[in-house]
């Protein structure tokens, strides 16, 4: 379910108990946190992105899963190209006025 | 689990909710007082919706929006009349127009990079078109604005009360005195004795079933169980709005890919670069539309933003998928390797974003390669419902001495993340006058009716698991105020709610599972609200509101806010009008 620990990795210093919004984690003695409630997880990535040593990552249960589909577009072709281009930087707040 | 301890704590200015604007609040309390306690269900460096990041902020910019020809007035004519349907508190608007850009500096002071060497726009500010019809929401590293403010919160004296949900209010005479708290992991009860209390619990959460069928995923934060609000009613505050909701299992969806991101965005008019609406024949439904001047959309001339393109673009998400074209989906492969990355970086800082980010690495997608489906989300009672205590100019409820700020405050629609931190700012500023003016902490009481329901759980050896009951709730209003809304549906809905509180029998294992009993009494106390005012405005009023038994919109009755509040054991309804 959502949160994985890699055991190997983790050094016990329950930075993801800390700080985790659901309280999802639950603390062992001698031994690295364990989800105590996988179904309370709602994906935030806390605990992921606070792990001081990346051992955590998240892994969607089978019926929340994203079914692949290909995209249509790909990198910009020829056709419009240049005043795509220009929109596109427009929305990076990159306007270069044109001399 | 064995007695209930009672602890109790003193303070100048208590803080419920430590989000954006409970952290924003305590750093000001902070710096004008020596005795401030923020209190918070979690920990306040990944709490709220911006748990793990929000990308946007609107403000006024002078140096953007003088050029193009929109002053503040404007732009708070823009979102009082555009966003708020002319029915927002213009006071409380006007106030977070003109300070937002003020706490946007405040975020850089603490920390937040708000600017990019690549921005050709004054201050090198990363602006785009989100809710308004000029250029004014900022783009930046939000991804861990909570860890920075946290930070700031502590950098000043305030004492954080963490892993302690906000239960009930005290009162002495009327006045406010303060706050009972529940430790989610000590298991006791808080009682936060206060001259000024600030409440900030966000928006009411957790009460319809979700479209994937777990309760957490939630599009909102599953934390956000409406707290603030039934605490205050409780206590005897005036409470507005809750009768509106969007969202809805609307059939178009949005980008939320299942709930696993707050935000995001339609690729049209809004912060995509590469991005367009695609329906399952490959057509581009919604092209882009991020230069709102190719619609017309510039100042605002009577008609919404987001109607304008609409029209502009000749069809909606729901229209494609009426007509037999659905799926949906944003693609957002196009776009130079600058654009991509750009979008990338900004998703990866709205909250959940960076956990799709890396969700999609694990699948082997990426938005280059792959579409992403819209999804339907659950109703929210959201920042454009504005449900919550009404409050004055200055974020005071009707109880003296108790302000809301944020979300938790009602009739101040969609005023966001700006709305936030301005309305903590200034709910600091008036609590700390406020306990200024008075020697003692008063004596309250309040904790009597949270120690009962408390105890009776704790009694019990076998009984009802929590869960059901929440399931309960749902199961009521997913069915009794969706998409069929009536009188004699919500008077069915309010007849199930009052028997869910009079058979539950819930158990706990420990203080964790009696926080979420005590979630279940904050949401049902929601849910009744919802269904009380839903039978009261007796006309239907756009997308946020619409019954089957009173269709048409009705101005000369209804053009006002709908007031509730507990007098003994009876609810009175009052019309209130929002100061012009």
Known sequence: MPPVIDEELCTECEKCYDVCPQDCFGLREGAPPIVAYPRECWHCGACVIDCPVDAIHLELPLHMQIVPSPALFGPPGPEGAEDLRKAAAWSRSIIREEG | ?580
């Not at chain 2, 401030?36 to 306040?44: A, G, Q, T, W």
């Not at chain 2, 921005?119 to 308004?132: D, E, I, M, N, W």
């Not at chain 2, 670069?273 to 959309?297: F, I, K, W």
């Not at chain 2, 409820?397 to 809301?404: D, E, F, N, R, V």
Request: aromatic share 8%.
């Open chain 2, 1 to 580: 689990m064995n007695e209930l301890e009672i602890v109790e704590h003193t303070c100048d200015v208590l803080v419920v909710g430590g989000g954006l604007a409970g952290c924003m609040a305590a750093i000001r309390a902070g710096e004008l007082n020596d005795r401030v306690i923020l209190v918070d269900k979690s920990n306040p460096e990944r709490s709220g919706c911006a748990a793990t990041g929000v990308d946007h902020i609107w403000a006024y910019f002078p140096e953007v929006q003088g050029p193009e020809g929109v002053s503040l007035e404007d732009l708070v004519d823009d979102h009082v009349n555009n966003l708020g349907g002319g029915l927002a508190n213009r006071a409380v608007v006007h106030y977070v127009a003109e300070t937002a850009l003020d706490r946007i500096l405040d975020l850089e002071r603490f920390g937040v990079k708000i600017r990019y060497e690549d921005s050709t726009l004054p201050g090198k500010f990363r602006l785009v078109y989100q809710l308004h019809a000029c250029r004014n929401t900022l783009h930046y590293d939000g991804r861990d604005v909570k860890r920075s403010m946290t930070k700031a919160v502590r950098e000043r004296g305030v004492e954080i009360a963490d892993r302690v949900i906000g239960i009930d209010l005290l009162v002495h005479d009327g006045q406010i005195a303060g706050a009972v708290g529940y430790g989610t992991r000590d298991g006791k009860l808080h009682l936060f004795r206060s001259k000024a209390v600030i409440l900030s619990t966000g928006r009411p959460n957790r009460l319809y079933k979700t479209p994937v069928g777990e309760v957490f995923s939630t599009r909102m934060p599953p934390a956000m169980t409406g707290d603030g609000k039934a605490a205050m009613f409780r206590a005897g505050a005036e409470i507005i709005n809750m009768e509106y909701s969007s969202g809805g299992y609307s059939p178009g969806g949005r980008n939320s890919s299942r709930g696993l991101v707050r935000g995001g965005g339609l690729p049209g008019g809004s912060y995509q670069p590469p991005g367009v609406g695609v329906n399952a024949l490959g057509e581009v439904y919604q092209p882009r539309a991020h230069e709102m001047g190719d619609y017309g959309v510039t100042k605002y001339e009577g008609i919404s933003t987001r109607g304008k393109v609409a029209k502009a673009v000749g069809t909606t998400a729901a229209a494609e998928m009426v007509a037999g074209r659905g799926p949906l989906y944003a693609d957002m492969s196009w776009g130079s390797d600058e654009d991509q990355e750009y979008m990338r970086w900004a998703i990866s800082n709205e909250g959940g974003g960076w956990a799709l980010n890396h969700i999609m690495a694990q699948y082997g997608m990426d938005y280059r390669t792959h579409k992403i489906e819209l999804s339907p989300t659950e109703p929210e009672h959201s920042g454009l419902s504005a449900c919550g205590p009404i409050v004055d100019g200055h974020c005071q409820t009707s109880i003296p001495g108790l302000y809301a700020a944020g979300d938790e405050a009602g009739g101040c629609s969609w005023t966001a993340v700006p709305g936030a931190l301005t309305m903590g700012y200034l709910a600091a500023e008036q609590a700390v006058e406020f306990a200024g003016k008075m020697e003692n902490v008063p004596e309250g009481k309040g904790e009597e009716r949270a120690l009962e329901f408390c105890s009776e759980i704790m009694a019990r050896e076998s009984g009802d698991p929590w869960l059901d009951a929440q399931a309960f709730i749902q199961n009521t209003m997913s069915h009794y105020n969706t998409n069929i809304k009536s009188e004699t549906m919500a008077k069915r809905g309010l007849e199930c709610l009052a028997y869910l509180k009079d058979t539950m029998r819930l158990v706990a294992a420990n203080p964790h599972e009696m926080t979420h009993c005590l979630e279940v009494r904050n949401i049902i106390e929601n849910g009744e609200m919802i269904l009380r005012a839903t039978i009261e405005r007796k006309e239907s009023r756009g997308f946020l509101f619409s019954r089957v038994d009173y269709p048409e919109r009705d101005d000369e009755n209804f053009f006002c806010w709908l007031g509730q509040r507990k007098e003994g054991d009876a609810v009175v309804f009052e019309k209130r009008f929002p100061q012009s």
